[in-house]
C-alpha cells in the first residue's frame, strides 16, 4: 500500500535533501581547517546532529541552512584549533596532516568514508605543504583565510563563524597570506617536473643509488615522519645524504617493501607497501630541480584511505 504524501512532506523532503547535500562541502571545509579526516567526519556530525536537535520551527526559519551548517561546523573547528596545541603535545612524535589519495585510488574499507561524496576535492589549498604552513597559523587565521580564500565566503559571513568584526577577519587573512608567500619562496616546480622528479627518486630509492637519491634532495633537505606511536618511525632527519643514508637502509631491512608512485594531496607522491598493506605515504615539497621537503605518514590511523582493514 502507497502511503499518500501532501505537500509538507514534500517540503520537508526537499528540505532534508537541501541540507544533506551540503556534506560535502563541509568534510571539504573541515578537512582544511584540520588536517584530518576522521577530525572532519566527526565535525560534520556534531554540526547535523546540532540542526537536528532544533525544532523544525526553528529549523524552518533559517533562511540558508547550508550558511548555517558551516557557520556552526567553522565554530566547532576554531574551538578544536584552539585545544589542538595541547592535543599535539600528547601526540607522540612529528605530527603530519592525514594524506589522501586521487579519486580513482581512493579505497572503500570497512573503515573508509564509503560515500564518494564526502571525498575532498582536490586542489593547490590541501597539498601537503600548504597543509603544513595552515598548522602555523593561529586558529583564527587559519579559519578567516580558508572561508575567505579558498572558499570565497565574504568577510561579513567569516565574521560570523570567528566571531570578530570583518574589519578583524580581513587581518588575519591578510597575516594568514604574508605567513603563505613567507613559506613559499623557493621557486615555483612544473607539475610533470615534479612527477619527473618523484619517479627519480623512486628509481634511485629502489636501487639503493645513495649518490642519486643525494642528487635530487636539496642539500638542506628535511624529512619528517609520523608514526603516532603505533609504530616505528624515523626521526626528524635533516640534509640530503643523511635523508638517503636513510631511506636506503630502511629498504635493506625489509628488501620485500613495494614503492609506488601515487598522487597525494593531490601532488605527485609515493606509496610504500608491504605484503600488499599500506605502511607508508610520502608527500613532498620542491624548490627549482630538488626535493626540499618530504613527510612520510605511517600512522596506520591516517592511512585509512589508502588500505583495507
Not at 598493506?277 to 605518514?297: C, M, N, P, Q, Y
Request: aromatic fraction near 6%; include cysteine; charge should be negative.
Amino acid at each position: 500500500m502507497r502511503t499518500q504524501t501532501g505537500p509538507d512532506d514534500e517540503q520537508l523532503e526537499a528540505g532534508l535533501s537541501t541540507v544533506l547535500s551540503e556534506r560535502r562541502q563541509l568534510i571539504n571545509l573541515a578537512y582544511r581547517f584540520l588536517g584530518s579526516l576522521a577530525d572532519a567526519e566527526d565535525v560534520v556530525q556534531e554540526a547535523y546532529a546540532r540542526w537536528y536537535a532544533m525544532s523544525r520551527s526553528q529549523r524552518e526559519a533559517i533562511a540558508s541552512p547550508g550558511g548555517w551548517l558551516t557557520t556552526v561546523a567553522s565554530r566547532i573547528c576554531l574551538d578544536l584549533l584552539g585545544s589542538a596545541r595541547a592535543r599535539r603535545e600528547r601526540y607522540v612524535g612529528e605530527w603530519i596532516p592525514e594524506p589522501l589519495p586521487d579519486h580513482s585510488e581512493w579505497i572503500s574499507g570497512p573503515s573508509t568514508t564509503a560515500d564518494p561524496a564526502d571525498r575532498i576535492t582536490l586542489d593547490e589549498s590541501v597539498n601537503m605543504a600548504f597543509l603544513v604552513v595552515l598548522e602555523s597559523m593561529t586558529p583564527a587565521e587559519r579559519v578567516a583565510f580558508i572561508l575567505h580564500d579558498v572558499f570565497r565566503y565574504s568577510f561579513a559571513e567569516v565574521a560570523e563563524s570567528v566571531g570578530r568584526s570583518p574589519a578583524a577577519c580581513r587581518q588575519l587573512a591578510s597575516s594568514a597570506r604574508r605567513r603563505i608567500r613567507t613559506a613559499q619562496q623557493a621557486p615555483a616546480t612544473g607539475t610533470a617536473q615534479r612527477a619527473d622528479i618523484v619517479r627519480s627518486f623512486k628509481q634511485a630509492w629502489e636501487a639503493k643509488d645513495i649518490g642519486a637519491l643525494i642528487s635530487l634532495l636539496d642539500p638542506d633537505a628535511t624529512g619528517l615522519a609520523d608514526g603516532g606511536g603505533l609504530v616505528n618511525a624515523a626521526p626528524p632527519t635533516g640534509g640530503s645524504e643523511q635523508i638517503a643514508r636513510y631511506l636506503v637502509t630502511i629498504t635493506g631491512r625489509a628488501p620485500d617493501l613495494s614503492i609506488l608512485e601515487r598522487t597525494v594531496n593531490g601532488e605527485p607522491g609515493l606509496v610504500v607497501q608491504q605484503d600488499g598493506v599500506t605502511v607508508s605515504v610520502l608527500a613532498f615539497d620542491f624548490a627549482g630541480e630538488r626535493i626540499k621537503h618530504l613527510w612520510a605518514v605511517r600512522n596506520p590511523e591516517k592511512l585509512r584511505p589508502w588500505t583495507t582493514a
